[in-house]
């Protein structure tokens, strides 16, 4: 059966391709740095069952080494200029959306059509593996068409990389830290100090206490998977479900949304906030926390207002 | 209360802007051994979750094609594409494409797009040539392009939890029959249509002004 054993892999060679090309770069100022990190993430993808646990953690000291010790940056890598570029956009014109609006197509059937074949591809990691398809007809329609040296999309691939940088490993990171957190038991801890700062007796103050909680933990922890299973134990279960008699699948599904809008406002939720802010070349580093906020909080402002009236009928 | 100093390592160190990476490794230790955890176990348990939560890292194989289409002016296209359609202006692109993301989303097709499939190619260079055109300023526009990732987040979120067999519902689900409280995941996914109402008109509203703010100069 397909699925991430095909996955991991093309995914880490990709990565490789990207080390060789910074390796070549003579221009880059940090091009060993930049080359090790990605080789590390090559190593991940391709061989990180095979490292067992401590080799993993080891894995990860050598990615905050490198990240830590400010040995990674942007090159100039060649590419074209805005000229060049503006008179292929003119020659080319709407067929330059062909092979990028494939991978998202390929995506969207392959999605669809893997989930009626179980047997060939695992129906849990249907997009991944339409996605890694859609990804390789891409590469081939662009290899026949605008035939580049073998090296020329790693090399401008690794431009982009390079923009993104260190950011690449956050959300792996944070996604850790947070099992570290359950392992020692944090949740168990700030549940515990939520349940003795709700007001005695008043709804509003509990559903208050609740929302708002899920909002901030998911800000500390970037994730509201990791402050719903705290929250629900501290004021979801016994004051809104056992106490006040409110209905289950409302509190669940409306606290986890609340959690939401937490993550549209924090820089630990890297993958969606600071990723795209490098991806994008903006100057400010939170440009897109900063466009998220005034919709992030009059929307917990609705979600409070629904768990109170929805959920207590 | 000792296992917090995690907690405060992470806003401290984010507040100082030492390099995020160090600032959670730290954080990870400081969380461990304040629980007691040795230093190898605590090793093992980082690098044991780092190795599970790969998926987040494969994206990153898009950027190839991506780079390589740029190289041939792909920006370019898509920014002259938008300039010669007459009505299009940046609200109402970034509107049609939360409405897009929302309903993608809720259908469970969560990576159709995204920051590095959709956004740095397509959305972010037309959302920000609509928004030139709109104020006429040379300059590039770097609030419209924030304001396109933005939509997409706000899209995926408050899209995916329709879909009843997304990682948020199957954990909610999880976590509720551990006390005891069985839910069908239809009846979790329901109740995430009004916030997913409430969302596309507060950002919706917001994009509309974010539009007429871009027409006067």
Partial sequence: MIGLDLVYPFAGLIFLAFAGSALRDRSHRKRIGNALFYALIALSLLAGDRLGDLGNGVLVLGLVAIAGFGLMGRGNAATTSPVERAAEAAARRNRLFLPALAIPATALAGTLAFKQMPALVDPKQATLVALTLGVTIALAIGYAWLRPRAMTPFDEGRRLMDGVGWAAALPQMLASLGAVFALAGVGDVVGGLMGRLIPEGSLFGAVLAYALGMALFTIVMGNAFAAFPVMIAAVGIPVLIHGAGGDPAIVAAIGMLAGFCGTLMTPMAANFNLVPAALLDLKDRHGVIRAQIPTALPLLAVNIGLLYWLAFR | ?217
């Fill in chain 2, 1 to 217: 209360m000792l296992v917090l100093s995690g907690i405060l390592i992470i806003v401290a160190g984010f507040v100082l802007r030492f390099n995020p990476l160090l600032v959670v490794l730290v954080s990870a230790l400081a969380t461990g051994l304040a629980a007691g955890i040795g230093p190898l176990d605590l090793l093992a348990a980082f690098g044991k979750a780092f190795n599970d939560s790969r998926y987040v890292t494969v994206i990153y194989m898009v950027l190839p094609v991506i780079g390589l289409l740029e190289r041939h002016g792909l920006q370019e296209r898509a920014r002259t594409l938008i300039a010669g359609l007459r009505g299009f202006t940046v609200g109402r692109l970034l509107l049609g494409y939360l409405l897009f993301r929302q309903v993608t989303a809720a259908l469970g097709l969560v990576s159709v797009a995204g920051h590095a499939q959709t956004v740095r190619p397509l959305v972010a260079p037309m959302a920000e040539a609509a928004a030139q055109q709109q104020s006429g300023d040379e300059e590039r526009d770097e609030e419209a392009a924030a304001m396109a990732a933005a939509t997409d987040n706000v899209g995926l979120f408050f899209g995916e939890d329709i879909f009843i067999a997304i990682g948020s519902i199957l954990l909610m689900k999880g976590v509720l029959e551990g006390y005891g409280i069985v839910i069908e995941p239809f009846h979790l996914s329901v109740w995430a249509i009004p916030t997913a109402i409430a969302a596309f008109v507060i950002h919706g509203v917001r994009l509309m002004l974010f539009d007429r703010r871009k027409r006067r100069p």
